[in-house]
């Protein structure tokens, strides 16, 4: 008797706990609905199965993907459009190529064109090379009279086949070694 009496209490603690929050009545109210919202639950999910199920169902889903899909591309390619006007040195050739920072940095707002500029930073901070900007000795056609010691680091064997640049080149070097 103890249990029943125990678990008649706790069930009337139940009733007014759930009464507190706003569901009224007494067990057998509680319980219908209940039962009402599990079937309820269950009816819309055998429809919404039926629905899934039905051919006309899958060839909507497949046409909404392909033209979701195309939407997609179609903003991508335009953004890329506006990188590459802005900046001649973007060889991007999809959004995707640009990576994942910049993905991020759209997502938290940023337009194009700022969301570039922080990859372009941050590629910058992360190359431990100066950036070259192109080859020092002949391939312009003009030979430097003295070369810096990132030049002549940057020469190429090619250069130094050059006997005016590898001239040059070594009164460089006994310049820079005074």
């Keep these: 008797m103890d249990k ?4 008649g209490e706790q069930l009337e603690s139940l009733l007014q706990l ?15 609905t209940l039962e009402e919202y599990i079937n309820e639950e269950e009816d819309s999910r055998k429809r919404e199965e039926l629905i899934a199920s039905s051919p006309e169902y899958a060839q909507l889903e497949e046409k909404y ?19 590459r006007a802005e900046f001649d040195d973007c060889t991007a050739e999809t959004i995707d190529d640009l990576g994942e920072v910049f993905c991020i940095a759209r ?17 910058r901070r992360n190359s431990r090379e100066i950036p070259v900007m ?8 003009d030979i430097k009279d003295f070369y810096s ?20 080149a070594i009164k460089s070097l006994t310049r820079e070694h005074k």
Excluded: H, T, W
Aim: proline fraction near 1%; charged fraction near 40%.
């Design 4 to 7: 029943e009496k125990e678990m």
């Design 18 to 32: 759930l009464n507190m929050v706003g569901i009224e009545g007494d067990y057998e109210d509680i319980c219908d």
């Design 65 to 83: 993907r392909l033209l979701k899909k195309a939407q997609n591309e179609k903003i991508f390619s335009d953004d890329l459009r506006e990188i």
């Design 107 to 123: 997502i938290l707002g940023l337009s194009n064109i700022e969301a570039y500029r922080v990859i372009c930073e941050l590629n």
């Design 134 to 141: 192109g080859r020092v000795g002949s391939s312009r056609g």
């Design 149 to 168: 010691a990132e030049e002549l680091r940057r020469l190429s064997k090619e250069d130094l086949d050059n006997p005016s640049i590898l001239d040059r």
